[in-house]
């Protein structure tokens, strides 16, 4: 049997369990966010952008998720040659509706990509808040997960620290976190979580012992983020006043390989740095690319002798079907 990567990325590990790599189609359901409607001042976390998070390659303005669907595998099919695809409800947070809308936004995703391209259809990925999970919403999830399909529920949570989720405006504490994982734990669903890495106030040992926790609770997947401020947000009135300083791009491999010896080698990694447009960034001015961030991390994990995994406490689980060894 191969050993384990030296990184366990989500991209791998979909191309095993699917014969072939696996899409992701990021789609804007229409959502909002309840802490955008709390802090209407302030627009939300201080960290968030004005605008949804969404595919460069989706219609502008308000479209129905069908067309989406369309412009996004013929995007993805015409410059990747993309056959098989996880609609992606990214925009905003994705649970943040009553179970019946959140049914038909979720249907008419899989049905567009059922009917576009007979076998494409290879699962759900919803991104979405702590406080926007209920046990009636986890049920519709895992009902997905009955039919067949592998999904995926992503949760912003970005520290483990309370004092950091109250100093970014996040509107809620890691107990929250905590009681949404525990809703998601039934058979089927795949609990990833959203970690940022520079948040202010928060030194190395802090986002270490984030990552501690977050291992200790066996999530499927970690998405990474090192901080950037957008054009927009409240972070950038406090860059632009002086009053907030950023990690080093040059910083971020060493800290990122501490992160991943962490963590279990069964947990996917599904991105290592954030990635936006230029134009609506106002700092860090200077971004590496993401391509490079994984190179340089890898070299600096086979320099140290180590790998995803090496410094976790208790025993490790190797991916299932994986066909790894330790």
Same mark, same amino acid.
Request: hydrophobic residues 45%.
């Given at each position: ?11 791998? !590990? ?32 201080? #960290? ?8 460069? #390659?989706?219609? %502008? ?21 993309? %056959?098989?695809?996880?609609?992606? &409800? ?10 019946? !809308?959140? /049914? ?24 979405? /808040? ?43 504490? #890691? ?16 609990? !990833? ?30 998405? &990474? ?81 180590? /790998?995803?995994?090496? /410094? ?15």
């Amino acid at each position: 049997m191969a050993a384990l990567p030296l990184i366990n990325r989500h991209a791998d !590990a979909l191309r095993l369990r699917h014969g072939d790599r696996v899409w992701r189609l990021g789609l804007d359901g229409g959502f909002s966010c309840p802490n955008r409607l709390r802090v209407r001042e302030s627009g939300g976390c201080s #960290y968030c952008a004005p605008g949804a998070a969404r595919a460069t #390659y989706l219609p %502008k303005g308000a479209t129905s998720i069908a067309a989406q669907v369309e412009a996004g595998t013929a995007f993805l099919a015409q410059r990747y040659a993309a %056959k098989l695809f996880l609609p992606y &409800f990214q925009a905003f947070s994705s649970t943040f509706a009553e179970v019946g !809308a959140l /049914r038909e936004r979720y249907d008419e995703a899989l049905l567009a990509v059922r009917s576009g391209a007979p076998g494409a259809l290879r699962g759900l990925v919803v991104s979405t /808040r702590p406080d926007c999970i209920d046990e009636e919403k986890a049920e519709l999830l895992a009902s997905y997960a009955r039919d067949g399909l592998e999904v995926w529920v992503e949760l912003g949570l970005q520290s483990s620290h309370d004092r950091t989720l109250a100093r970014i405006g996040r509107g809620h504490d #890691y107990a929250a976190f905590l009681r949404a994982r525990e809703l998601l734990a039934r058979p089927g669903l795949r609990v !990833a979580v959203h970690l940022i890495l520079g948040l202010p106030g928060e030194g190395r040992d802090d986002m270490l012992e984030t990552v501690s926790r977050i291992a200790a609770l066996s999530l499927d997947g970690v998405k &990474f983020h090192d901080l950037m401020i957008p054009r927009g947000s409240a972070l950038a009135a406090e860059y632009m006043l002086g009053e907030l300083s950023l990690m080093h791009s040059r910083r971020l491999p060493a800290l990122l390989a501490d992160c991943l010896e962490l963590l279990d080698p069964g947990c996917e990694i599904i991105r290592l740095c954030s990635d936006a447009r230029p134009a609506e960034i106002l700092a860090p001015r200077w971004r590496p690319d993401k391509t490079v961030v994984y190179l340089a991390v890898e070299a600096l994990l086979a320099s140290r002798g180590s /790998r995803q995994g090496s /410094r976790r406490a208790g025993p490790m689980a190797i991916p299932r079907g994986s066909g790894y060894s330790l």
